[in-house]
């Protein structure tokens, strides 16, 4: 804060000098099932400059490298700092938050442009911006939570050896991001429309059924994971693990543990997948001799 | 860019797969190991006795042709249903999914387009085996009319075992075909050992998953090294003599099936009074 | 009969634990928020969660001591029985939140782990990694999500919430709210209105805080008539990474673990730091605060990093304002502990702070002020729970809780103080409203006469078609911001002169004739985030001139608030003990006149000129008499031995007036709101 003098970059002297303006490519989208274009835009090149500032001088600019007027590009983001997961997109063809995509290290690799692109899983509202809705809706039908009886004081929660507490928390970073699922060649786009005369509600029930039957995706997996481990969670593994075999469960994972290596916060997904394998499977032969 | 793939709530209803996903997609990893994948490591093996010379590997398929009337059955019920059950739900499978290796370029990403490329070629392989060797049917106007000589078909003769392996293999083409098919085949079998590893929980962590790597993939080379020796073992089979070994082999078989009959037809001829003087008459010679 | 709704605003922390505990009671819940609530702003907080546990109890800690420390740390200008009451919720809330399967960290017995932080001797702050803001906030999220699948809360995410709807009697009715993706504006029918929106550090420009931190929901109520108190206290946190979008925060637990502040006395020494030897490195926070040292509260280290740059010259660079911040000396083991934040620096900046020592500059960071809220004291000095005026802003039925409240931090905020005060916040807030639900004797929101919403939706329908048609070529909003927040930076952070802000304030007003005039460059009917943006700059200024105005008209120093011409100094050392004596007690007379002066809330309200107002309020502080706070500063001593004379000679005589410390007369004095 404070001063607005700009500085230099004797943090970045390792690379030669990077270009003084940039050009970037934004696959733009004006409705949701609309045709989709690119535009291009010339940005200035500033230090300590990310995705989202780029975003930020174009719409500042609201022109096309053409010199054409044009509307700001839209897109979601808040924390800036890669823990609310609102920003992500496809940067230089790689699912990434924009706020970690740092302009000159995407200049290193390709000195001329920057290409974003919505994802490619989710339905796009406008442009950058896309409906997570089906993400959110798989923490529900795992159940991602822990079953309180209530909100009254009764004490402290159980207590947690070390070693489960950090084998905890890397899950519980999750940000609902979708990096994960655009990144899994199993995780494929549902897109319904609202019929006409179909009220918000019906369609709403309606795109929830067809979320259902889509695949959980990796980051709902992990999270039966965190909450199965979770002394009081465990009480309801069951319930969690019903759902992870139903429809859309577990099975529709085919091991390209592409998850993993783009999960932003590292969390070890597949160890989340190969356990929730182990537990699905008893859990399935439990239930089968049980019944 | 992908485009986007619309599902209608209203075609796949609840079917019964989608019902039973879970479980298909269960018995689909687990057939992928037995039988199929075990089936696959013993036919290999036999394979690869063609190394040991015509009389061991005529040895091994009589073994297996020992069975008789019962082979049919339990090459259907243990073979052939349970590998049309992967394969056909292996499709819908691959058929389900995106790949995307262009934007991620990871090795598990790698694995599961090859896993993906290679049953498709294990498909196709397999097909065009079973009918190259088999000729798929043993219905005799299938045999004369499609499975014939002209086509290709029906090659394999379970009792001229390394010479006529060795006649279907004898071009380098269709050694090449065997080459692809059971390198690809192999690595279906050695990947999907380790898929599947996960798939049922067997190794979890990242470490555990990099050792299970390690076993797989010797089980893969060593397989690999199994099922090419059979190249090798059919290449170095001279096929005239092996062809006279087995026609010796097969006179001797016959000789002694006639014999063995002629004497049964006998016996049966004989009064019991007369079975029983000559038990008798044998022990004697004891 | 209709059912009673609640609209609460806002899901962070004290929005989604409001939400949570009224779905318990049974209440049908609206909550809004202009991202998925699980993207709240409340993600970001890194360090903790103070409370008092059994382990600080043993060191002689108690639910007073946290009490005290938070209003000696806000320098006394808070309400005193919140503060008490929640500082008494501590341990429960912490409790709840575990029972919540937060991750806190844990001891090798199993038993959760506490650091210390600034403003505090003891280790009473409870975390989960470097995260803490986010683990609660999930734990929240999830309850909320787990209400919601039972349908007892439906979400409004991307709805931005454009103003409460007051019936004729100014009982808030509702509100009226757009969604972000149709663009469609409607109105929300409900009993009570619970706005939970967070900080406004987007008025400055770049902040700590997040993208949807622009304070805009506060302005709309202010502008409905709802006041605002404490604007000018705006803490700027002393560590953050100068980046181009955001000023990310470096927590305070770097300091916690161990990290030392530090500049090489050669101005601009061009050496690596790490080829400094010790003794041409200046560590000026541990020289000149020994007790302290790297922990002193948040203001004092702000003001003097923010000093050492600028007065004493020994920035680390010469055209970007830095210090380092120095981890390279710590084991690894408490490296571990940060492992977040570290990689927050090496993300943006792209070098190991591991192994090279980091370069920090303080960055505005939260407000203590907010929406003027009440409440309703028990004889014992706590709150009482469930009455009707507990968070209750001047308009009946509209609700502000967390940060967008003024409550509980008062002229400064202690670290790890605010998560707290948010959930605490929204607990206590849901008894209330169910109380404000029942006086209302069935005349629920959903009864109201359609006319009411019709007409309010006509009105924000009416404004926003006229932005769109505004005629292009005009002012480009998103300039006019940066415009916006570097006048606040300058005029309204770290050190404030009169004429700075009385220019400022010009400047202000200036700048807002222009946003008036701004043009849009997208005047489509979806997912506009530009007439969004426009809506909300413009929303910006009322509480930006409530910064001003409130800094300008008050001439002291206290917390945050940090005026050089009105400092009080410290006693020549060197003077002998006589004189010495007799400056303490000027000094400690100054202070008194001071404290009786000053020791007011700000309350702003909307002038009919559409200007602020301000008046000043008596601050109860009957529980814990005000006193001064001396860290560091020159003849401390002889300061406080005055005072606690003066003070045992008070205590000894009769009294019965506000300014009591005993207990016991407090529980007598009256409440002062
Ligand atoms: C970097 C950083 C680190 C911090 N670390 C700590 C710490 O370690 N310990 C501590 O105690 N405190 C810390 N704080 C402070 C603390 O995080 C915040 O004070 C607290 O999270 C605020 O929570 P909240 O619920 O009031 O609001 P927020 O979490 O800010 O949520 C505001 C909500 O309101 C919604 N909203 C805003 N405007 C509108 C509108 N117009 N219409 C509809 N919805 C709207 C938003 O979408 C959001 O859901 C930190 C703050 C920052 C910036
Ligand atoms: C030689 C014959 C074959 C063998 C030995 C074999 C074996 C296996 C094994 C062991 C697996 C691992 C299962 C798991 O991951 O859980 C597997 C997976 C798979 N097989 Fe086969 N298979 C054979 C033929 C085929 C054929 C013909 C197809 C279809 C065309 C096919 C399609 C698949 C697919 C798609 C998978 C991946 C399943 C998943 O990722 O979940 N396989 N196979
Ligand atoms: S491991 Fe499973 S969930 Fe992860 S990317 Fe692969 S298919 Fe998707
Ligand atoms: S698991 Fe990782 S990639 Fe997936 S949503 Fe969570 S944080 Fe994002
Ligand atoms: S803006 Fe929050 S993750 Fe990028």
Known sequence: ?291 | MQGPRIISVEANSASFFSRNEFLIRRLHSLTGLVPVGAYMCIHLITNASTLGGAPMFQKNVDLIHSLGPALPIVEWSFIFLPLIFHAVVGVAIIRSGNPNLSSYHYVGNVRYVLQRATAWIALAFIAWHVFHMHGWFHNEWWLENVANEDLGGHRFDPKHAASTAALALEAPIRKLAYFIGVVSCVFHFANGLWTMGITWGVWTTAAAQKRANWICGAVGIVMTVVGLSALVGVAKTDVVAAQAYEDTKLQMKQEEEQRVAAENKRLSSLTAEERLAERKAREANH | MAKERVLVVGGGLAGLAATMQLAEQGVAVDLMSLTPVKRSHSVCAQGGINSVNDLTRQQGDNEYLHFDDTVYGGDFLQHQPPVKEMTEWGPKIIDLMDRLGVPFNRTPEGYRDQRRFGGTLFKRTAFAGATTGQQLLYALDEQVRRWETAGSVKKYEFWDFLGPILDENGVCRGAVAQDLVTMEIRTFAADAVIVATGGCGLIFGRSTMSMACTGSAVARCFRAGAKYGNGEFIQVHPTAIPGADKLRLMSESARGEGGRVWVPRIPQDPRPPKQIPEAERYYFLEERYPKYKNLVPRDIATREIFSICTEDGLSVEKDRLCVYLDLTHLPRESLNKLGGILEIYEKFQGVDPREVPMKIFPAVHYSMGGLWVDYERTPAGGLKLGAIKNQVTNIPGLYAIGECDYQYHGANRLGANSLLSCIFSGLIVAPTVQTWIASLKGKLAADQPAALYDAAKKRHQDEHNAMLKRPGGGENPYLIHQELGNIMTKAATVVRHNDALRDAYKQVQALEARAAKCSLSDTGNWTNQNVVFTKALWDMFPIAKCILKGALQRDECRGAHYKPEFSMPGIDASASPEERRRLAEEWVDTFDANTKKWLKSTVASLGPDNEPVITYEDVDTSLITPRPRLYGLVGADIIEEVWKQRQAAKSAAPKDTNGSHSEKSAAAAASAS
């Open chain 1, 1 to 291: 804060m404070i001063q607005s003098t700009s500085h230099d970059s004797s943090a970045h002297d390792t690379h030669h000098a990077p270009p003084a303006q940039f050009t970037v490519r934004v696959l733009r989208q004006d409705v949701p099932g609309g045709s989709s274009y690119w535009e291009r835009h010339t940005v200035k090149r500033e230090n300590d400059m990310n995705v989202i500032s780029v975003l930020q001088r174009i719409a500042a600019n609201a022109e096309t490298a053409d010199g054409e007027k044009t509307t700001p590009v839209a897109w979601d983001c808040n924390c800036l700092e890669e823990v609310c997961g609102a920003c992500t997109m496809v940067v230089n063809g790689k699912v990434r938050q924009a706020c970690s995509a740092l302009v000159d290290k995407l200049l290193v690799d390709n000195p001329e442009e920057i290409e974003l692109r919505p994802m490619t899983k989710f339905p796009v509202v406008r442009d950058l911006m896309v409906s997570r809705a089906r993400l959110f809706r798989a923490l529900q039908k795992v159940k991602a939570w822990i079953p309180v009886d209530g909100y009254y004081d009764m004490g402290s929660g159980p207590r947690v050896s070390a070693e489960s507490q950090e084998q905890a928390y890397p899950l519980s970073q999750c940000m609902s991001c979708g990096c994960c699922l655009e990144a899994c060649p199993q995780y494929t786009k549902i897109e319904l429309k609202q019929e006409e005369g179909e009220t918000a509600e019906a369609f709403q029930a309606r795109q929830k059924e067809a979320y259902d039957r889509g695949f959980v995706g990796a980051h709902a997996i992990s999270q039966v994971m965190l909450f199965n481990k979770h002394p009081t969670g465990a009480m309801n593994a069951g319930e969690r693990l019903d759902a992870l075999t139903a429809e859309g469960g577990i099975q529709a994972c085919g091991n390209a543990q592409n998850c993993v290596a783009v999960c932003p916060k590292e969390i070890p997904l597949t160890t989340s997948i190969g356990r929730a394998g182990r537990a699905t499977t008893v859990h399935v032969i439990k239930k089968f001799f049980d019944r």
